[in-house]
DNA sequence: TTGCAGGGGTCAA
DNA sequence: TTGACCCCTGCA
């Protein structure tokens, strides 16, 4: 009888301390608004408003998350490979931790904004209640400037298939190796790398003339000629002609290049997919470039960043304008 | 199988 | 304002 209450004993001592490790192992942290839950080397946060990774992945800003089988992202982002998904309202960032959360994805996330508060400032129209509903779960990126700017100067005249394959090379070429979940990855590479790429090396990036705009552009930002850390002083005018010396940067890569590496929110960058849903559904007619950066400098004041993501996925998921 | 047009832009003449 | 640029895809 008394060996019986022992192991009774015991084995209440054991279910105790499992309960307690399992509590010690899941600790709930507050960060700015967000509950966040760690657990081994994986974060969830509740209640975040306005997210879905579809939407924010796939609208065009960002070309190394891809998309598995389980409707999960896997993405290299400043030299970490991270798989996240969201479901039932909870973001599950595996292979990362708090500190992780509180220095790189409230950041690059963007969770310090209230979407609802924009989407409610920009819903002028119709035509605006149409894109921010197909689009709402879209939340623009604070990425590295090295790599949007790489980035948009592969976008000229180009897909987003292409641009997804010559990043990912030139990353394999330059950048650090990553091991995750038994494959390797590579962080995406230093200016000091590219800029001191031989023109054929760069080549193996099949991005063809934009080859040369890319090391260039890295070598006058390496050399001090452009500096991007002043930008963000600039006011936008400004900052974008700056971007502007650079070599394979216009207008519209420039716009893109401060829109989404979190630099500047009253841009609009205007390309065929804008131009045509700003023709079909405000003009209603033909309109030069001018025209639609003085129309929505003007309509979308300074959140015409936000506007212009929501109709560019809107114009190009349905194909508007084709 | 092959050839050709065209594409989410920029540059230079 | 217009043609060239590099490479890939879709289509006939």
Same mark, same amino acid.
């Given at each position: $009888?008394?060996?019986?209450?022992?192991?009774?004993?015991?084995?209440?001592?054991?279910?105790?301390?499992?309960?307690? *490790?399992?509590?010690?192992?899941?600790?709930? $942290?507050?960060?700015?608004?967000?509950?966040?839950?760690?657990?081994?080397?994986?974060?969830?946060?509740?209640?975040?408003?306005?997210?879905?990774?579809?939407?924010?992945?796939?609208?065009?800003?960002?070309?190394?998350?891809?998309?598995?089988?389980?409707?999960?992202?896997?993405?290299?982002?400043?030299?970490?490979?991270?798989?996240?998904?969201?479901?039932?309202?909870?973001?599950?960032?595996?292979?990362?931790?708090?500190?992780?959360?509180?220095?790189?994805?409230?950041?690059?996330?963007?969770?310090?904004?209230?979407?609802?508060?924009?989407?409610?400032?920009?819903?002028?129209?119709?035509?605006?209640?149409?894109?921010?509903?197909?689009?709402?779960?879209?939340?623009?990126?604070?990425?590295?400037?090295?790599?949007?700017?790489?980035?948009?100067?592969?976008?000229?005249?180009?897909?987003?298939?292409?641009? *997804?394959?010559?990043?990912?090379?030139?990353?394999?070429?330059?950048?650090?190796?990553?091991?995750?979940?038994?494959?390797?990855?590579?962080?995406?590479?230093?200016?000091?790398?590219?800029?001191?790429?031989?023109?054929?090396?760069?080549?193996?990036?099949?991005?063809?003339?934009?080859?040369?705009?890319?090391?260039?552009?890295?070598?006058?930002?390496?050399?001090?000629?452009?500096? $991007?850390?002043?930008?963000?002083? $600039?006011?936008?005018?400004?900052?974008?002609?700056?971007?502007?010396?650079?070599?394979?940067?216009?207008?519209?890569?420039?716009?893109?290049?401060?829109?989404?590496?979190?630099?500047?929110?009253?841009?609009?960058?205007?390309?065929?997919?804008?131009?045509?849903? *700003?023709?079909?559904?405000?003009?209603?007619?033909?309109?030069?470039?001018?025209?639609?950066?003085?129309?929505?400098?003007?309509?979308?004041?300074?959140?015409?960043?936000?506007?212009?993501?929501?109709?560019?996925?809107?114009?190009?998921?349905?194909?508007?304008?084709?």
């Amino acid at each position: $009888m008394k060996f019986l209450c022992f192991k009774i004993l015991v084995i209440r001592f054991n279910i105790e301390l499992i309960i307690f *490790m399992v509590r010690k192992r899941n600790k709930d $942290m507050d960060y700015r608004g967000y509950t966040v839950c760690e657990e081994k080397n994986k974060i969830s946060i509740e209640k975040i408003k306005d997210i879905d990774l579809n939407h924010t992945f796939e609208c065009g800003q960002c070309f190394r998350w891809n998309k598995n089988e389980d409707e999960s992202f896997t993405g290299v982002v400043k030299g970490r490979v991270v798989n996240m998904k969201f479901k039932d309202n909870v973001l599950i960032i595996n292979n990362s931790d708090f500190e992780d959360f509180k220095s790189i994805w409230f950041e690059y996330l963007d969770l310090g904004r209230d979407y609802g508060d924009i989407k409610q400032k920009i819903n002028k129209d119709k035509v605006m209640d149409e894109a921010i509903k197909f689009g709402h779960g879209i939340r623009i990126l604070k990425q590295e400037v090295k790599e949007v700017l790489v980035s948009f100067i592969f976008s000229a005249n180009n897909r987003i298939p292409r641009i *997804m394959k010559s990043v990912e090379i030139l990353s394999d070429m330059y950048g650090n190796e990553i091991k995750y979940d038994g494959k390797i990855y590579h962080s995406f590479p230093d200016l000091r790398s590219i800029s001191e790429s031989e023109l054929c090396k760069m080549q193996e990036c099949k991005a063809g003339f934009r080859c040369k705009y890319i090391i260039e552009a890295s070598k006058l930002i390496e050399q001090g000629i452009i500096d $991007m850390s002043l930008l963000i002083k $600039m006011d936008t005018d400004k900052s974008r002609k700056e971007l502007m010396k650079l070599p394979g940067v216009g207008p519209k890569v420039a716009d893109c290049i401060l829109l989404y590496s979190g630099t500047k929110h009253d841009v609009f960058p205007t390309d065929v997919w804008v131009k045509r849903v *700003m023709e079909e559904l405000y003009f209603k007619r033909e309109a030069t470039f001018k025209e639609i950066n003085d129309f929505s400098k003007e309509y979308f004041g300074e959140y015409a960043g936000f506007a212009q993501q929501y109709l560019f996925y809107y114009a190009r998921e349905n194909k508007i304008g084709v």
